[in-house]
């Protein structure tokens, strides 16, 4: 008896020791291309490091992230006229305090000193007075906003538009296949070829505006990457233009995984389409939505190749997102160490983000 178990033991002990040889390589590569850069990332973001720098860098503890983080609120005040109401400028505009002597290094109010003006909110015309946000780094927060409003979008419309494609694709049509590839062409090119020949197409002088001044007479043309209010949107279009048909490949993939006799048995209960796509298709579909949820998300959050290439986060920020400042600042302006706290931050975003993916679909992944 005592033999057996210590065979038993034995085997055990080399199939563990076989087990660990096999995951050693994966282990090894996820340490090299993960966890050692995140290390040294959240290392350097502790200091004030420099491309090419010919001193050491010095330990320089949170101010980068507090320069990141750090944000505040003003209350700017006008002059009140005789009558009431509210002193105004050359442009009509009210003509509020200046904010200037209040962030200088000499700023009675030390918690603003540096800072910058992101963003004027909550104006109270009675009281001539306005909320002004203030932080260290303004461009970080539109940054982060601009990214956050490119998920928000792209997310639900891409996953949505992929999944109509993949149902009109998935039916028994002639031609069906012509446009299966018609559709899943543009994830075959580069992001840089793609984002380059739209960028033509969005100039004035360009494809889009040539086609709406064709069917409307009098049509002023945009340019569409140099006004700050068209910018993000026209990437948001190009980007799901250029990905949409990957995810559609996913989604016709879950179809195809949906036992047909499900969509009989309804049929024989007098379902009709409506009722089929409820009972059927989304719960046969629910382990594809999760991973295509995630997969989108990631993608979005980390868009950088469309602003390096079409906009360099401009004009006046309105496309720069935390990806593309955090390459500006790390190798353009060689602030590798600012850059590595802008990393860092993005990461631990989106693992929060992740976090709450998996915990919202976990019934669903069940």
Not at 15 to 39: C, H, M, V, Y
Not at 126 to 144: I, M, N, Q, Y
Not at 154 to 177: H, M, Y
Request: with cysteine.
């Amino acid at each position: 008896m005592q033999s057996k178990v210590k065979k038993q033991n034995a085997a055990k002990r080399a199939e563990n020791k076989t087990a660990r040889w096999l995951a050693a390589p994966g282990l090894i590569l996820i340490g090299i291309f993960t966890i050692i850069p995140i290390s040294l990332a959240l290392t350097l973001g502790f200091t004030n490091a420099q491309l090419l720098a010919p001193t050491n860098p010095d330990f320089t503890g949170l101010n980068n992230f507090k320069t990141l983080l750090g944000v505040s609120a003003v209350t700017l005040h006008a002059a009140k006229q005789p009558d009431g109401t509210c002193a105004v400028d050359e442009n009509g505009e009210i003509a509020y305090e200046p904010l200037r002597p209040l962030t200088r290094d000499n700023s009675p109010r030390k918690d603003l000193r540096g800072k910058s003006e992101v963003k004027r909110i909550f104006a109270n015309a009675e009281k001539c007075s306005v909320l002004v946000v203030v932080a260290g780094d303004p461009v970080f927060w539109r940054s982060l906003t601009n990214t956050f409003f490119f998920a928000l979008i792209v997310v639900p419309v891409q996953a949505g538009l992929a999944l109509i494609l993949a149902l009109l694709v998935n039916q028994r049509l002639r031609g069906r296949n012509f446009f299966r590839t018609v559709y899943f062409i543009p994830t075959l090119s580069s992001m840089v070829v793609i984002s380059m020949l739209w960028r033509f197409m969005y100039q004035q002088d360009g494809l889009f505006n040539k086609s709406i001044s064709n069917f409307m007479p009098g049509y002023a043309p945009i340019d569409w990457l140099g006004n700050p209010k068209t910018a993000m949107p026209a990437i948001v279009v190009l980007s799901i233009w250029q990905a949409v048909g990957y995810h559609m490949i996913i989604w016709l993939g879950g179809l195809q995984t949906i036992p047909a006799e499900l969509y009989e048995a309804v049929r024989m209960d007098g379902a009709n389409k409506w009722d089929e796509f409820k009972h059927v298709t989304i719960p046969g579909l629910r382990h594809t939505f999760v991973f295509i949820l995630i997969t989108i998300t990631i993608a979005a959050l980390g868009l950088f190749v469309q602003i390096n290439v079409l906009t360099q986060g401009g004009p006046l920020d309105s496309t720069s997102t935390l990806v593309f400042q955090s390459f500006t600042r790390g190798y353009q302006r060689q602030e590798i160490g600012y850059g590595s706290a802008i990393s860092f931050v993005f990461f631990i975003l989106v693992l929060v983000i992740a976090l709450i993916q998996r915990s919202m679909t976990k019934r669903l992944d069940t």
